[in-house]
């Protein structure tokens, strides 16, 4: 199924984005978003995901990084819409708790077509770095509205920041995985409907 692939651009005021992104790749990840700790997440998440993923994003990170990062995970969840087509038989469903030393982040996810997010939990020092870390929320929040997934995210337990949004991370890319891979035995949308 390599060619579950996707190339997206964005272009506002605030950021110029070009990504491209493959599903079935090998976790190889080329990303410049100005931005380093979220460049360290974005490349996390392409090698625990194993998707291939280039971001290269010029944003107006001399107000905060809250554009650059919500304007990427929008081009990220519509590369992820795009790239998984119709969604012919992928496994759908995933659940995924991820440790990082004493933190623990839970994801679990429905590649369903409906875009619906809930995020529980804090983090335990308000930023990484130049990475605000609320935006980890946003990310996962506008991620799942432009990818259409039903997700729920959650910081278990945590008690530095970097471990909590790194596992958060980690934890998404290994449950995008499991959701997004085909199984074998079925040929169809994994619905009674026949379609996502």
Do not use: W
């Not at 199924?1 to 190339?7: G, N, W």
């Not at 070009?18 to 700790?37: K, R």
């Not at 959650?154 to 790194?166: D, Q």
Request: glycine share 8%; proline share 2%.
């Amino acid at each position: 199924m390599s060619d579950r692939t996707a190339a997206v651009s964005r272009e506002t005021a605030e950021t110029e984005i070009d990504l491209t992104l493959a599903i079935d790749g090998d976790g190889d990840a080329d990303v410049d978003t100005g931005v380093g700790f979220f460049d360290h997440m974005l490349a996390s998440f392409a090698t625990h995901g194993l998707f291939d993923l280039t971001v290269h994003c010029d944003g107006d990170t001399e107000i905060d990084d809250h554009h650059t990062v919500e304007d990427v995970a929008i081009c990220l969840g519509e590369a992820f819409a795009e790239a998984l087509g119709d969604k012919r038989g992928i496994r759908r469903y995933a659940d995924r708790r991820v440790p990082l030393d004493e933190a623990v982040a839970s994801v679990v996810v429905d590649v369903a077509g409906r875009p619906y997010y809930e995020f529980g939990g804090e983090f335990s020092q308000e930023s990484v770095g130049e990475f605000t870390s609320v935006m980890a929320d946003h990310f996962a929040l506008s991620l799942a509205q432009n990818a259409d997934l039903t997700l729920h995210a959650a910081i278990v337990k945590g008690e530095n920041a970097h471990h909590e949004v790194e596992a958060l991370f980690k934890a998404l890319a290994r449950a995008l995985d499991d959701a997004t891979r085909i199984d074998e035995r079925r040929s169809a949308a994994p619905s009674t409907k026949g379609q996502l």
